[in-house]
């Protein structure tokens, strides 16, 4: 778990987990498990920080720029600790320092949220065109 | 070592097939291969206008075995498809294989198919591999595919999300007995275009079951027909042959149906769809690869059109159809959020 990790340590998400921006937040799906997740906007601008590599001591540093609340440090560990659950992040390959910080500070702080999809993508499917769950032939 | 030509076996105006906006060119000198091949194709009846990207297939018998596709972009019943540095490779259950070679502007796929599948008549697995061409052609010029269907009256479209055997065809038909027009029963090509989702037909064929004619007479009787695949009771039937006004090309939709057929339910309920489940809904309608390059064009293409889309929930009974007065309702809610 990140909690037991040291706070410089620099994690990044999977290669194979592709995020989505959207108007809202963004969505974010682990090609290897299928699940899919949708991030508010705070969210995001928190995971966001993992698409270059992070620690989690500017994660928390970006959520204060942000304005977020002591009440929030919950809901950021939360998602943190679910993105470390469900491995959609990794420790980091990239050297350390050296990448910017996405400029999200003109975003009304908002407690971060993360869910996850009930029900995973099919991984089999019927065919190229047809996602479904395969018949039993 | 002799190398062979390819021969032509059929006149030059039925070696080429628009498949949307594909234009494949089909190379065989097996003129069995090419028939089970075209027969495929021919499906797709709807022409596009052109400019239509160039894809060649070249196909022939072979019982050489090779490797399986490792199945790194694609695990589907029948086939595995792996990543190649600048193509994919695909091989199914009983032996047929295809290799493509991507161009900038079309795709080179080298089929081979084995004796055993020709000569028992299994189309299914040649069926898998041309889906996977097609797939790769409409993707990789701009198009998301979709396993849904969508119908238009005026201003109002609408998408229908269902898994196989979820009554996608049955709504659609009940629609157009009602004026609607469509765009298609289960497939269907989706892109955005100027901000808003704008869908197209593939093809204007139904896939209706026998039984269908209880509900709707004008089908007449469907049993004389082939199956359209040994695993299902199902015909294939052109739309303008029953519903003449029917064909429908491209419209923008601005609803999206998540249909549910169950057995435990007497009346349909029909039920409003938050933002959340419009995405889960088009997202389960859309084959998404392994491949991250690939898959995030997908995602962000579905997310951006569920974004434009308004949603119900249709749970319908098994015998829905017998009564369709439901249709009423269903109707004015959907101009309703249209």
């Not at chain 1, 998400?13 to 508010?40: I, M, Q, S």
């Not at chain 2, 032996?95 to 299914?124: N, Y």
Request: proline content about 7%; some cysteine.
């Amino acid at each position: 778990m990140l909690a037991n990790e040291p706070l410089n340590e620099r994690y990044e998400l999977r290669p194979d987990v592709v995020a989505t921006v959207l108007e809202d937040g963004a969505v974010l799906l682990d090609l290897e498990t299928k699940y899919f997740y949708r991030l508010n906007r705070t969210g995001w601008a928190i995971v966001q920080l993992f698409e270059l590599g992070t620690t989690m001591d500017e994660v928390w540093a970006h959520c204060r720029s942000l304005g977020a609340p002591g009440a929030d440090d919950a809901a950021v560990t939360a998602l943190i600790t679910e993105l470390s659950r469900d491995n959609l992040i990794e420790m980091s390959r990239v050297p350390n320092g050296g990448l910017p910080i996405p400029d999200t500070t003109d975003q009304p702080w908002s407690t971060p949220t993360i869910e996850r999809q009930a029900e995973p993508l099919q991984r089999v499917i019927i065919s190229a065109f047809d996602p479904s769950v395969p018949l039993v032939e | 070592m002799t190398v062979a030509r390819l021969a032509d076996p059929r006149p030059d105006q039925r070696k080429r097939f628009s498949c949307g906006p594909l234009q494949l060119t089909l190379r065989t000198d097996d003129v069995e291969l090419y028939d089970k091949i075209a027969e495929t194709l021919g499906l797709y009846d709807f022409a596009w206008r052109p400019p239509r990207r160039p894809v060649r297939i070249f196909a022939r018998r072979s019982n050489v075995p090779s490797a399986a596709a490792s199945g790194d972009f694609l695990r589907c019943s029948r086939m595995l498809v792996e990543r190649l540095p600048a193509g994919l490779r695909a091989s199914t259950t009983s032996g047929a294989r295809a290799t493509a070679k991507f161009r900038d502007t079309g795709e080179d796929w080298h089929v081979t198919i084995p004796d055993s599948l020709v000569a028992a008549g299994m189309l299914e697995e040649i069926e898998d591999v041309l889906s996977l061409v097609l797939t790769t052609g409409w993707r990789r010029g701009g198009w998301t595919p979709i396993h849904g269907a969508a119908a238009v009256k005026g201003e109002a479209c609408v998408l229908i999300c269902a898994p196989t055997g979820g009554g996608k065809t049955t709504l659609t038909a009940a629609l157009v007995r009602r004026g609607w027009q469509v765009l298609g029963d289960d497939k269907l090509l989706l892109r955005m275009d100027n901000g808003r989702p704008l869908v197209a037909a593939l093809l204007h064929t139904f896939n209706l079951h026998p039984k269908t004619r209880e509900w709707f007479p004008e089908v007449g009787d469907l049993e004389h027909l082939p199956r359209y695949s040994v695993w299902t009771e199902k015909r294939k039937v052109s739309v303008s042959s029953i519903w003449s006004h029917a064909p429908a090309q491209s419209a923008q939709p601005r609803v999206l149906i998540a249909l549910q057929r169950s057995a435990e339910i007497t009346e349909v309920v029909v039920s409003p769809l938050d933002d959340r489940k419009v995405l889960e809904a088009l997202l389960r309608q859309t084959v998404i690869p392994s491949d991250a390059a690939t898959a995030r064009l997908i995602v962000s293409t579905v997310a951006q059109a569920a974004a434009m889309l308004r949603g119900l929930s249709v749970e319908v009974p098994t015998d829905a159809y017998r009564d369709p007065a439901f249709l009423d309702d269903l109707e004015t809610r959907i101009e309703r959020l249209a």
